[in-house]
């Protein structure tokens, strides 16, 4: 685990740390010291501590402007017993929504399991973002079974397995575009 690091292509294009409407505005990283962990096991120091015990994320660009944000996770999401949405929700959607954020795509290629509790946060969420959107990429099929078997998938689109889009090759604006433009036509995500 130690060895994924959050994706780091679009850096010159923005790095958390130094956007000041950032919640990690001023976060120092260490390249040598492992400090965060997922159970027993080290995680890159790159990764941003949101107040989850197994879910750690990092927000790989936002646009101010456009009014999205990329968030990239990983991890264990475990609502039922440390209610990852809640502190998502509160510590980093909720400032990133102050700044009139409504767009959230979600990066989940290294989320390993999701476990359920209720989906008050997710419509929160959803309910808050006005006019705007929630899209999961990469998530795995086993995951996006449970967030359906939970009906989360009312308040997130999740990417059909079939056309999956490969984000790493796009520069952020690009993806926000061909989400918004998919979103739109339902061309690339599961129907609801």
Same mark, same amino acid.
């Given at each position: 685990?130690?060895?994924?690091?959050?994706?780091?292509?679009?850096?010159?294009?923005y790095?958390?740390?130094?956007?000041k409407?950032s919640?990690?505005?001023?976060?120092?990283?260490?390249?040598?010291?492992?400090?965060?962990?997922?159970?027993?096991y080290?995680?890159?120091p790159?990764?941003?501590?949101?107040?989850?015990?197994?879910?750690?994320?990092?927000?790989?660009?936002?646009?101010?402007? %456009? *009014? @999205?944000c990329?968030?990239?996770?990983i991890?264990e999401? /475990?609502?039922?017993?440390?209610?990852d !949405?809640? $502190?998502?929700?509160r510590?980093?959607?909720?400032?990133?929504?102050?700044?009139?954020?409504?767009?959230?795509?979600l990066?989940g290629?290294?989320?390993?399991?999701?476990?359920y509790?209720?989906?008050?946060?997710?419509?929160?969420?959803?309910?808050?973002?006005?006019?705007?959107?929630i899209?999961? %990429? *990469? @998530?795995r099929?086993?995951?996006i079974?449970?967030f359906? /078997?939970?009906?989360i998938?009312?308040? !997130?689109? $999740?990417?059909?397995?079939?056309?999956?889009i490969?984000?790493?090759?796009?520069?952020?604006?690009?993806?926000?575009?061909?989400?918004?433009?998919?979103?739109?036509?339902?061309?690339?995500?599961?129907?609801?």
């Amino acid at each position: 685990m130690h060895d994924l690091e959050p994706f780091w292509l679009w850096r010159d294009y923005y790095t958390t740390e130094t956007d000041k409407k950032s919640p990690f505005y001023k976060q120092n990283y260490s390249e040598i010291y492992f400090s965060n962990a997922i159970y027993n096991y080290f995680i890159h120091p790159q990764w941003d501590n949101f107040d989850s015990n197994t879910l750690y994320l990092k927000i790989l660009y936002a646009d101010y402007n %456009l *009014g @999205f944000c990329i968030i990239e996770l990983i991890g264990e999401w /475990n609502d039922c017993l440390y209610n990852d !949405i809640k $502190f998502l929700k509160r510590n980093i959607i909720e400032v990133l929504l102050a700044e009139n954020i409504n767009k959230f795509i979600l990066i989940g290629e290294n989320v390993l399991n999701f476990h359920y509790s209720d989906d008050s946060y997710y419509q929160e969420w959803f309910e808050e973002a006005e006019n705007g959107w929630i899209v999961a %990429l *990469g @998530f795995r099929q086993h995951l996006i079974h449970e967030f359906k /078997n939970a009906g989360i998938q009312h308040y !997130i689109q $999740f990417e059909d397995e079939e056309y999956a889009i490969d984000w790493r090759i796009m520069k952020p604006t690009e993806l926000f575009l061909r989400i918004e433009n998919d979103y739109f036509s339902q061309k690339y995500l599961l129907p609801i």
